[in-house]
């Protein structure tokens, strides 16, 4: 029998920060169904309402990062690093993991900081083709650091580094069934072609104003559009979904079923993101964030791009969209050329692949 452990996760920030954290917890959970565990975030974020609706507990910690415009916000940094590094220790002492897990984001960097001190064994899981400064001061004292993309070894130690994929969702990971259901649950109507937007976890003020310039064409071309604007943004487009065939949502929850739901894919590329839509295999046309460190988005993208699997779309070329769309929607084959290249970069056992080496740590 195995016995009971203490396992403390940390990641936040972003919706590509919490979700790699849930599934490895929830996969945790399967293997080691007696073990505590304990989700620390940063106060305010989205994770502290995230963790809780999957079933875990979360403590949050008084961080944010640096902006890197000059900023009067940046005078509070040390303060809060001071604040957060004191409440972690607490929190570690209190807690006593056997391991501990940083998927990234302000938070994880106190927590793993002072875990590694204690020496608590660590992983990191790292989504990103360029890694966040988070993860790369924290690498050095780090048991295993898994990552989704090759080269990573130009920033973390290459014996530490193990190659497993992002985590995704387990009910991501099988939705070819759940067409007919998802298209019931959005009201769509199913003679007509549907396009999903997506703007990462926080939606994207970019995409959402291409999407409104273009909102006459999408109905001319017989689409209709499931289009996630971000909670930010909400107010502002909600009034489009007068328009016969536009739905817009602030945040979905069901992304089983979103996916599931479209013919169409527009997104921005975060890490995650990217990981889902290889193991949803759709026609896809990502629109990069340009404005991430390192330009990393655009990074991940072309990973997909250069093997034939996506279509590029940078921000500053989004005058070219309908050229870009319109010759996606005439052209089957390169539909199903895309859709079977995106799907071969799938990597469905990462969890578990993640979760192999966490038990190691423990062991
Ligand atoms: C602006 C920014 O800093 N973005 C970063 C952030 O992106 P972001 O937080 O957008 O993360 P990802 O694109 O990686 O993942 C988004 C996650 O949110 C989920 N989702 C999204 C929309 C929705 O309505 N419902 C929902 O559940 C998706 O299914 C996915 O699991 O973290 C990523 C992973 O480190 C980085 O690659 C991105 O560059």
Known sequence: MKQSINILIS?????GHIYPAIAIANELKVRYPDANFLFVGAKDRMEMEKVPQNGYEIK??????VQRSLSLKNLSFPFKLISSLWNAKKIVKKFKPNVVIGTGGFASGPTLFMAERKGVPALIQEQNSYPGITNKLLAKKAGKICVAYDKLDRFFPKNKIVKTGNPVRQDLLEISSLTVEAKAYFKLNPNKKSVLVLGGSLGARAINKLIE?????????????????????????????????VQTHAFLNRMDLTYAAADFIISRAGASSISELCIVG???????????TEDHQTKNALAVVEKNGAVLLEEKNTSMFQNVMGELLKDETKQAFLSKNIKDLALP???????????????
Not at 11 to 15: E, R, S
Not at 60 to 65: K, N
Not at 349 to 363: D, P
């Open 11 to 15: 990641g936040g920030g972003t919706g």
């Open 60 to 65: 949050g910690l008084w961080i944010s990062g």
């Open 282 to 292: 759709k026609p896809t046309i990502f629109i990069p964030s340009p404005n991430v």
């Open 213 to 245: 310039e273009n909102l006459e064409w999408f109905i001319q071309n017989d689409l209709q559009l499931i289009w996630q604007t971000g909670k930010l943004y909400f107010e502002e487009y909600k009034k489009y979904d007068a328009k016969e065939g």
């Open 349 to 363: 056992n990462a969890t578990k692949s993640i979760v192999n080496e966490i038990e190691k740590l423990i062991a």
